[in-house]
């Protein structure tokens, strides 16, 4: 997938520098920061759930599209359209009824509910719209991650305001929806004008705008900060991504690719013998071979004990059984769909190339996976070993 962007740099980004990919240099210093400190705080605590977490949530980012947008700001112009129409309606039936000393605390309340409502409903939103397209279209969604990783990381600053849902300040509200979407420019300007009201006024709008920003916008800005942090971590999988998913190379090049090519060769030469050592570990804990049988069949005792691991099956072993079947899965799928490609029986090739695309995509994933274990105990037990880094 190839990003067109603008080369020229910014000191900050704008509006429009983004739609246009130019460079932030306050972005990319907030990536350096967002890094530094997250870092910085897992080796002072000896914790780095706080890392997980934002790995966990970075998707939220990495896999928005065109569509999901759309879905996404349909349904939140609906839901803010029926929330405000619903609130209206109720304070103008029951404003006769309420009694004076109570207007006041009934206005917070609903101002409050009203605000908390179309938080919580359009985060939910943002999920799901995004959930629901990376479920429709898988590939088309994970393509989109070099695009939006640059956008993010290397294109968004502190100054771009936060959202809720993608792009909530540009859309175009439909004559329908009376009451408009919420955004956070809006919700600035009606706190701003809040200060030409009387005092009850400027509560009830206090009131109001609290809920959204806490729950609404706080939330978005952390998490653009959080993806900031793990930037780094995705960028293996950014390149995964361009490699396994390139849409500029023809289907049939691409397939050839996993039957004759030396380095998938090469990957089913490995996946045997991966296969042959897992067959050596289940022999041993059924009791049917000793750790001196093993040791005759491999090169040396260190392989014999790497293969037994603690006679107990180990995360990163899993993890290699299922990259050298997915090998096996792929390279028998493509040469059954070249074969259709060569016999001029194209009928539904594409959704089988694009499903061996993805086969590709997650084996490419789970070798990242692996080693970034790997390299995680490493240093695990070297920091416990020397905790301050220092030489002995």
């Not at 014999?304 to 299922?322: D, K, P, T």
């Amino acid at each position: 997938m190839r990003i067109r962007r603008n080369t020229t740099m910014l000191v900050h980004a704008t509006t429009e520098s983004v739609s246009e990919g130019r460079f932030s240099i306050l972005a990319i210093a907030e990536c350096v920061i967002a890094v530094a400190v997250y870092v910085a705080i897992g080796f002072h605590y000896q914790t780095f759930l706080h890392y997980v977490i934002a790995v966990i949530l970075a998707p939220l980012l990495l896999l928005r599209t065109q569509e999901s947008t759309d879905t996404a700001l349909a349904a939140y112009s609906r839901f803010c359209n029926c929330v405000l129409k619903w609130f209206s309606e109720f304070l103008a039936k029951r404003d006769e009824k309420i009694p004076k000393a109570a207007v006041v605390a009934v206005g917070v309340f609903v101002m409050s509910t009203e605000g908390l409502l179309i938080a919580l409903g359009g985060s939910c939103i943002r999920v799901g719209a995004t959930a629901w397209t990376l479920l429709r279209h898988p590939i088309a969604t994970l393509r989109a991650m070099p695009r939006n990783w640059v956008r993010q990381s290397l294109c968004t600053d502190i100054t771009i305001p936060p959202e809720i849902v993608p792009n909530e300040a540009t859309y175009n509200v439909n004559a329908a929806a009376e009451y408009g979407i919420m955004s956070f420019d809006r919700v600035i300007v009606a706190f701003r004008k809040s200060y030409s009201y009387s005092g009850i006024g400027r509560f009830m709008a206090v009131a109001a705008a609290l809920p959204l920003l806490i729950l609404g916008y706080i939330p978005s800005f952390c998490l653009r900060l959080s993806f900031k942090a793990t930037s780094i971590v995705y960028v293996p999988f950014i390149w995964i991504t361009r490699f396994t998913l390139n849409e500029l190379i023809k289907p049939k090049s691409r397939l050839e690719r996993f039957t004759r090519s030396e380095i998938e060769k090469t990957r089913r030469a490995i996946s045997l013998i991966i296969f042959s050592c897992v067959l050596l570990k289940i022999f041993y804990l059924a009791g049917l071979l000793t750790f001196d049988d093993i040791v005759a069949k491999l090169p040396s005792r260190a392989s014999a004990e790497i293969v037994i691991g603690l006679g107990r099956w180990q995360l990163w072993q899993a993890l290699l059984v299922l990259e050298a079947t997915l090998t096996y899965i792929i390279f028998y799928a493509a040469d059954a769909v070249v074969a259709r490609i060569t016999a001029e029986q194209e009928a539904h090739t594409s959704t089988m190339v694009h499903g061996i695309q993805f086969l590709s995509f997650v084996r490419a994933s789970l070798a990242v996976f692996t080693i970034a274990y790997a390299i995680s105990v490493f240093v695990l037990i070297a920091y416990q070993q020397n905790p301050l880094g220092l030489a002995a």
